[in-house]
Nanobody, 126 residues
Framework: QVQLVESGGGLVQAGGSLRLSCAAS????????LGWFRQAAGKEREYVAA????????YYGDSLKGRVTISRDKARNTVYLQMNSLKPTDTAVYYC???????????????????WGRGTQVTVSS
């Protein structure tokens, strides 16, 4: 079992930045990938980025590509999502998820992930 708790969301003006955090606890993460997804009101959950916990290999979706950086701190068991040049269309609930023994070509798919956090709201005002 892996427990995930997101934080760092909030209200930001267009063009601003936010750093989201996802604190993981429970089982060791050595074989996991941690991912970020987002879901805007009335829309499907959308892949943002993922990172392999062991090697730190990063993967990015198209939704925020070029404006987002995913990283992890092994000592803190935490994954970060740095988002820059935010737009009102980035407004969504952002979720952290963990996938065990994953296939990297499937990290954009929600069913690859066994564990999910409750999400943190990001609101970008114009």
């Amino acid at each position: 079992q892996v427990q995930l708790v997101e934080s760092g969301g909030g209200l930001v003006q267009a063009g601003g930045s936010l750093r989201l955090s996802c604190a993981a606890s429970g089982d060791t993460l050595s074989h996991h990938a941690l991912g970020w997804f987002r879901q805007a009101a009335g829309k499907e959950r959308e892949y943002v980025a993922a990172i392999g916990w062991s090697a730190g290999t990063t993967y990015y979706g198209d939704s925020l590509k070029g404006r987002v950086t995913i990283s992890r701190d092994k000592a803190r068991n935490t994954v970060y999502l740095q988002m820059n040049s935010l737009k009102p269309t980035d407004t969504a609930v952002y979720y952290c998820a963990a996938a065990n023994f994953y296939f990297d070509y499937r990290l954009h798919q929600t069913d690859q992930y066994e564990y999910w956090g409750r999400g943190t709201q990001v609101t970008v005002s114009s």
